[in-house]
């Protein structure tokens, strides 16, 4: 294994699985293994890239630079040369982490300094400029995202943010410098006494610029456009002979679970429920128990064959007021566990192609389906791919971020899940 990535969760995890697997022409990517938490056993040796998906985004600090940790040990123990630390593109964090404390541990003990902080992802309107991050032509406290129920982002300067989750300095590396070239990047990189550097990327050409100037950095973060760059560092010296996501996918039944409260989600809800049978969850119900995970899957197994969805994407004000009447880390738990509990019945009443939407809602899922070793397959949309996992019953799975996808996702995903 050549590079290795630790993401702080299950979509993004597959965001980045699917940049390095597609790489960029003519070279191609590396072959590319999307692991559902930390592996107990060594990796098949064909395997490039290694992308370890945590659920670490929102848990406790502590738990999160430990998990982290862990997930680093065995990576570097499959003999990887460069580490990656995946957080979202829109560098989802509280005001105390948990990015910052994270990145700090991982540059401590690999011995980093000159860090590239980059969440910039211009395939899905998210761009750098001034060390502020910007979504499509808003930034990032203007976005929507300031609503978010568990990382509500209200300040779009990364260089202010990271300060004030890390004890380590962060700098800054502009578009101009960036725009000279991959040497100029290096030399500023080089040279910096900062252990983070905010670097600014408004086009995946920049993306491409920074990803060759940091070919011998042992570790780099940032949202998943900042591995465009990087299978070409490997295949151009003959470490890898690059490689394609081909297509895959399992025929059966079919299922879509949406528990991401994005405006992007939401519209692609509305759209489908024109054509397609659509479940909403009343969680005030399932907070009481009078919603049963039982009442999810039969609607589900009624509507077989039609894209079935069942979703709990509520308005800011009504998470809102779900949280003030029973608490925001009571609320989360409780659908994690709920949507968990529908999609292993589901899967075990015989569902072979499913849908989730939502970073927490995708995690909650695959940890409760303890899949193993997933393989890449095509593009369903920027950042989304196939994941097929091989077992004993394959399952094809695509999880979404809340504010990724084209507005008929839902429909297109469902049929690039299908066995061709």
């Known amino acids: 294994m050549l590079l290795g990535v630790i993401a702080d969760d299950f979509t993004g995890a597959s965001d980045i699985a699917n940049t390095i ?25 064909d395997i490039e890239a290694g992308v370890v998906a945590l659920k670490s985004r929102t ?30 593109s829109t560098f989802d964090s509280t005001r105390i982490g948990n990015i910052g404390p994270v990145g700090e541990a991982l540059a401590v003990a690999l011995g980093a300094k000159g860090v590239v902080v980059c969440p910039a992802f211009p395939g899905a309107g998210r761009t750098i400029y001034m060390g502020h991050l910007f979504v499509q032509d808003r930034l990032l406290n203007e976005s929507g995202m300031q609503n978010h129920p568990l990382t509500p982002m209200t300040d779009p300067d990364i260089r202010r943010w990271l300060a004030l989750q890390t004890k380590a300095t962060v700098g800054h590396i502009g578009l ?4 000279k070239g991959m040497t100029a990047v ?63 996918g399992v025929a059966g039944p079919e299922a879509i679970l949406a528990g991401s409260c994005s405006g992007a989600t939401r519209g692609q809800i509305d759209l489908h429920k024109e054509n397609h049978p659509t479940l909403a969850i009343d969680v005030d119900k399932v907070m009481s128990g009078a919603t049963k995970s039982d009442d999810i899957v039969e609607f589900i197994k009624l509507n077989n064959g039609k894209a079935p969805l069942a979703y709990s994407s509520g308005t800011p004000d009504e998470v809102c007021q779900m949280q003030a009447k029973y608490g925001r880390e009571e609320v989360a738990a409780k659908l994690d566990d709920f949507f968990a509990d529908v999609a292993r019945k589901l899967v075990q009443s015989g569902v072979k192609r499913l849908v989730v939407a939502g970073g927490e809602t995708s995690g909650a899922v695959v940890s409760a389906l303890d899949l193993g070793a997933l393989t890449i397959g095509q593009e369903i949309d920027p950042g989304v791919p196939v994941l097929v996992s091989h077992g004993d019953q394959p399952i094809a799975l695509a999880l979404k971020s809340g504010n990724f996808g084209s507005p008929d996702f839902f429909t297109k995903a469902i049929e690039r899940l299908n066995a061709k």
């Open 21 to 45: 697997s597609k790489g960029v022409a003519p070279a191609g990517g590396l072959r590319t293994a999307q692991f559902l938490g930390v592996p107990k056993g060594a990796a098949a040796v």
């Open 59 to 88: 848990v406790p600090v502590e738990e999160a630079v430990s998990d982290s940790l862990r997930a680093l040990k065995w990576l570097l123990a499959q003999g990887c040369q460069q580490i990656v630390f995946k957080y979202c």
């Open 176 to 179: 101009a410098t960036v725009r």
């Open 186 to 248: 290096s030399h500023a990189l080089a040279t910096t006494d900062d252990t983070f550097v905010i670097v600014d990327a408004t086009s995946d050409e920049d993306l491409i610029t920074i990803g060759s100037a940091i070919t011998d950095h042992k570790l780099v973060t940032g949202g998943s456009g900042i591995a465009i760059g990087l299978p070409n560092n490997f295949i151009s010296r003959g470490l890898a002979s690059g490689n394609f996501g081909g297509q895959v």
